[in-house]
């Protein structure tokens, strides 16, 4: 990875879209795949350098985990990942997907409850969890 590489530093930005993180995975040399995973909503795998993405997924749910994904690339995360690596990513997600103004308003609209804040920031659950670990870590 290049000292260019937009995984190297993830950008905060609210507004990026599921075409925007694709973007950012091609910049890197990654392909994306939409199949059926058995259960599972995504997977990264560095000798392929492909991110596979559940093809149920709603769209919240699909950029959240495509975030997610792209976290265990950037940290050079590999096979089966222990819960720290899962953190990892979906903190990495976080920073990517979630600004703190954005969060703050949306806490201040709906409250705290992770569930609430989700469905108001459009990200999945496990994200708004993982910012909420950052902030308490800060
Ligand atoms: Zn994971």
């Not at 910049?27 to 492909?50: C, F, K, M, T, Y």
């Amino acid at each position: 990875m290049t000292s260019t590489s937009l995984l190297a530093t993830p950008k905060t930005s609210p507004t990026l879209t599921m075409t925007d993180l694709v973007t950012i995975a091609h910049a890197d040399g990654i392909r994306v795949w939409w199949r059926h995973l058995n259960g599972r909503d995504g997977q990264w795998s560095a000798r392929h350098r492909s991110i596979w993405l559940e093809h149920d997924l709603t769209a919240v749910k699909a950029r959240s985990v495509l975030a997610h994904e792209l976290g265990h690339a950037a940290l050079g995360h590999d096979g089966p990942q222990n819960e720290q690596h899962e953190l990892g990513a979906w903190q990495w997600a976080a920073q990517l997907l979630l600004s703190q103004p954005a969060y703050a308003t949306a806490e201040t609209v709906v409250g705290p409850h992770p569930g609430a804040v989700a469905d108001e920031l459009g990200v999945s659950r496990s994200v708004v969890l993982a910012y909420q670990r950052t902030l308490e870590a800060a």
